[in-house]
C-alpha cells in the first residue's frame, strides 16, 4: 500500500475514485493525494462535473409504439434464423428459389385453367406453429396490390408475424403474373408444359456447376 | 426500495428466462427485452447519435445475441454480453453510415426525429442550452477511438463496474481505467473549447 505522506499515484486513479472503483486501501490514499495536492483536487471536480453534465444529457428512450415495433422486428428475425439454421441441410437461397419456382408454377396453372370456378390456395394452420420459410421481406417486391384500402372488397393484404392461426389466402387467378425465371447457383428453373400436366417450373441442374 | 422488488422469488433470473427462450417460450424474450431494452438503447444512442440508428442496432444487437447463444460461455452475465453485443452493432452501424456524416446532419436540422428531450435532473452548465450541450457531446465522443469510446459509454450511460467492462471488452481493469481517464481527458478539453458557451470544464 502506498505511504499516505506522499503517495500521488497515477492519475487514472483519480477516475477511479470518482468512480467509488478503488479497494479501500487505494481510496484511503488517494483521499490524503487530494488533501495535499489542489490540482488532483481541480482534476477530481472536473470529473464529476463531466458527470453531472453526461446526466443531463441522457437520451429519452424511444415510445411504447417504437419498442413494440422494435420487439416484433427482432422476434420475427429469430424466427427466421431459428427456422434457417434448422433447413441447414440446403442453402436458403436454394429454398427460396424452388419456393418462388413452385408459387410461379401454380400461379400459371390457375391461369392457364379454362375458367374454372374460383379456387382459393390456402394455408392450414399445422399442429406445429414453425413457420417454413417461403420467401424474405427482401426476396418479394409487390408492384400492385389491386383494390388495395377499397370498402368494396374483403381482401386484405397480411404483412405480420407468423404463426397465422386462420387459412390464409394467398394468391387467386390471374393474380400472379410470372416476369422471369432467375438462375441461381447449382439450380436453373426450367419451365415444363406438358401435355396432361399442369404447367410447372422444375430445377434443373447446372452443368457448369461441379 | 421495496424489499419485494428486489429479491421477489416470482422474478425469474436472466439464466431461467434464458432457458425458457432456448425452449421456445417466446414470453421470455419479451421479458428479455423489456429488461434490458433501456440501457442496451442508451448504449446505442451515445455511440451513434441518432435515435431510428440507435433502435437499429437495439435490433441487430438482441437478434445477435440470442442467435449465438452456444458462445455466451456465463463468463460474464447476460446483460454484460449483450450489451457488449449491442454496442460491437452501433459501432459496425456507425463505421458503415459514417458517424461524422449524420453528426453534420444532425447539427443542420438541430435535432429533428429526436424521441424527446433528455430530462434534466440537474443542470451543471447554466446558460448553455441541453440540446448543444448533447451536441458538444455527441461531437466530443465521435473524437475518441471506437476503444475508448465503447469502454466510456458501456460505464458511464450502461453503468458497468469496471469488472464487468473488462469482462465485456476482454481487457484488463488497468486498461479499463487507462481508456476512462483519457477519455474524460479529451471530453473536458473538448468541452472547454466551448467556453464562449460559458462552461468551464
Known amino acids: 500500500m502506498p505511504n499516505e505522506n506522499d503517495y500521488k499515484g497515477p492519475r487514472e486513479k483519480l477516475a477511479a475514485y470518482v468512480d467509488g472503483e478503488l479497494e479501500p ?39 411504447a409504439g417504437a419498442w413494440k415495433a422494435a420487439l416484433g422486428s427482432i422476434d420475427a428475425r429469430l424466427r427466421l434464423a431459428g427456422t434457417a439454421y434448422r433447413q441447414r441441410r440446403f442453402p436458403l437461397r436454394w429454398i427460396v428459389g424452388v419456393a418462388a419456382a413452385v408459387l ?68 387467386g387467378e390471374g393474380e400472379i403474373q ?29 452443368p457448369k456447376q461441379p | 426500495m421495496s424489499a419485494v422488488s428486489e429479491v421477489s422469488p416470482l422474478t425469474p ?22 429488461r434490458y431494452r433501456g440501457p442496451a438503447y442508451r448504449v446505442a444512442q451515445r455511440l451513434l447519435g441518432q435515435e431510428a440508428d440507435a433502435l437499429d442496432a437495439v435490433q441487430e444487437g438482441f437478434v445477435k445475441a440470442l442467435t449465438h447463444l452456444d458462445t455466451f460461455k456465463g463468463r460474464s452475465s447476460f446483460k454484460t454480453w449483450l450489451l457488449r453485443v ?26 429533428d426525429g429526436d424521441f424527446g428531450h433528455p430530462s434534466r435532473p440537474e443542470n451543471p452548465t ?4 441541453q440540446e448543444d450541450l448533447r451536441r458538444i457531446l455527441d461531437g466530443a465522443l465521435a473524437d475518441l477511438s471506437d476503444a475508448q469510446r465503447q469502454t466510456f459509454v458501456l460505464h458511464a450511460e450502461a453503468g458497468l463496474s469496471y469488472r464487468e467492462v473488462a469482462d465485456a471488452l476482454d481487457i484488463s481493469i488497468g486498461t479499463v481505467m487507462s481508456r476512462l481517464y ?20
Open chain 2, 86 to 111: 449491442v454496442s460491437n452493432a452501433a459501432l459496425d452501424l456507425g463505421r458503415q453510415r459514417g458517424r461524422r456524416e449524420m453528426l453534420s446532419l444532425n447539427g443542420a436540422v438541430s435535432g
Open chain 2, 13 to 34: 433470473s436472466d439464466e431461467q428466462l434464458l432457458d425458457r427462450f432456448a425452449s421456445g417460450d417466446r414470453g421470455a424474450l419479451e421479458e428479455l427485452f423489456r
Open chain 1, 104 to 171: 410461379a408454377a401454380i400461379a400459371l396453372f390457375v391461369a392457364n385453367r379454362p375458367t374454372p370456378p374460383s379456387r382459393e390456395i390456402t394455408v392450414e394452420p399445422g399442429d406445429h406453429e414453425t413457420p417454413f420459410v417461403l420467401a424474405s421481406a427482401n426476396d418479394i417486391e409487390i408492384t400492385n396490390f389491386a383494390d388495395a384500402g377499397s370498402d368494396e372488397t374483403d381482401e386484405i393484404l397480411l404483412v405480420g408475424l407468423a404463426p397465422v392461426h386462420e387459412p390464409m389466402r394467398l394468391a
Open chain 2, 126 to 129: 447554466a446558460g448553455l442550452e
Open chain 1, 25 to 63: 486501501g487505494d481510496h484511503t490514499a488517494v483521499e490524503y493525494w487530494l488533501v495535499r495536492d489542489p490540482e488532483a483536487r481541480a482534476d477530481v471536480e472536473a470529473q464529476r462535473h463531466l458527470a453531472r453534465a453526461w446526466q443531463a444529457t441522457r437520451p429519452n428512450e424511444p415510445d
Open chain 1, 178 to 206: 410470372l416476369d422471369e425465371m432467375t438462375p441461381e447457383r447449382g439450380m436453373n428453373p426450367r419451365f415444363r408444359d406438358d401435355p396432361g400436366m399442369p404447367p410447372m417450373i422444375v430445377p434443373e441442374a447446372d
Open chain 2, 182 to 201: 483519457y477519455a474524460r481527458q479529451r471530453l473536458r478539453a473538448r468541452l472547454s473549447e466551448q467556453s464562449s458557451l460559458g462552461v468551464d470544464f
